[in-house]
């Protein structure tokens, strides 16, 4: 009788699921593959001080339910994690197992446990946004006496036209700028989606004059680093920080505020809806895969809401008929 073919080594299956699944059938981004590597990273190291295993003694069995759900509660209670974050660990764990069940399908009772973990719900917080003042005061807030504050005010500029992601102006490169006739940028969003957002001849203006300054190299970023190498995600949010508390002395709403580059992807938005912008054309802007991803920032404008309460009858209160005026009626009166 044949023996049962034994169950692979979980690092050889991982090693299959990020070669072949991801990378090579998927052509998943850099940024997913990292995101993915990252949870596993965390787990590996969660199940060794838990258990004492080392990564390369696991089994797909050890992978099990009671396991994946310890693991998400350290996130949480441990690291501080949100729940958008515990989900999206969960996301790539589910994506895993989902490749070895067809690998083992001798592990299945198992995987399909763990699949049965629900993502966990959480409170979606009102948006934040600046005023027109408030954004103007942190773009004009860099020093342009130097290098670094000249770079920002066109970074911080370019954030507030485009709408992008940190990522997105983090990504740009100078090839994909025009600052011609067509005055635009090319954004590389999420899952390799790429969009083309017009600019203000203002942001033309400015990133003309630092593209000057920096002599361009077409793969090299628009906002590089001193050495010429692209910006990481926490430098960038430390050069707004910077911005912000300089911004301070001059508007004084900034105070005490947590603002982070997707503070200024929301104001883009909501100053476009103010502008009286269709909804499916802001979707466009900032690369929503869906326009009811958008419909979120109807629900942050209050003042929105308010015009519309005006329309409607309080409760209890008469409705007033129209009374025409005499030159009214002398003119219905004369047909």
């Known amino acids: 009788m044949p023996r049962a073919r034994e169950a692979p080594n979980l690092g050889a299956l991982l090693q299959d699921y990020f070669c072949q699944r991801l990378i090579a059938q998927r052509d998943a981004s850099p940024a997913t593959v990292a995101s993915y590597r990252d949870t596993f990273r965390l787990l590996l190291g969660y199940v060794r001080d838990r258990t004492g295993k080392m990564p390369t003694d696991l089994r797909l069995a050890d992978i099990d339910a009671p396991l994946v ?115 635009c940028l090319r954004v590389h969003g999420k899952g390799r989606k790429e969009r083309v957002v017009p600019l203000w001849p203002s942001t033309c203006r400015i990133l003309s004059s630092w593209l000057r300054e920096m002599k361009p190299v077409a793969s090299r970023p628009i906002f590089p680093t001193r050495t010429g190498g692209r910006l990481s995600r926490s430098a960038i949010e430390d050069r707004l920080a910077n911005a912000v508390a300089s911004a301070e002395s001059s508007c004084a709403t900034l105070r005490s505020r947590r603002i982070s580059p997707h503070t200024l992807r929301h104001t883009t938005a909501m100053h476009l809806l103010q502008a009286g912008v269709d909804l499916t054309v802001i979707a466009l802007w900032l690369g929503h895969e869906s326009p009811a991803t958008t419909h979120m920032y109807i629900e942050a404008d209050l003042a929105m809401k308010k015009r519309a309460l005006d329309k409607l009858v309080e409760p209890g209160s008469r409705t007033r008929r129209l009374a025409p005026s005499d030159a009214i009626l002398a003119f219905l009166d004369g047909l």
């Open 69 to 183: 759900l310890a693991f998400l509660a350290h996130l949480e209670r441990d690291r501080g994690n949100s729940p958008r974050t515990r989900n999206a660990r969960l996301a790539a764990i589910r994506s895993f197992l989902h490749f070895a069940a067809l690998q083992c399908p001798s592990s299945l009772a198992s995987i399909q446990r763990v699949l049965a973990i629900p993502a966990k719900r959480f409170d979606r917080r009102v948006l934040s946004f600046l005023t027109r003042a408030e954004v103007t005061a942190i773009i004009e807030a860099p020093d342009r006496t130097t290098w670094t504050g000249r770079r920002d005010h066109a970074m911080l500029a370019t954030f507030y036209n485009t709408g992008a992601r940190i990522s997105e102006i983090a990504d740009a490169r100078v090839v994909d700028l025009s600052t011609d006739r067509r005055r």
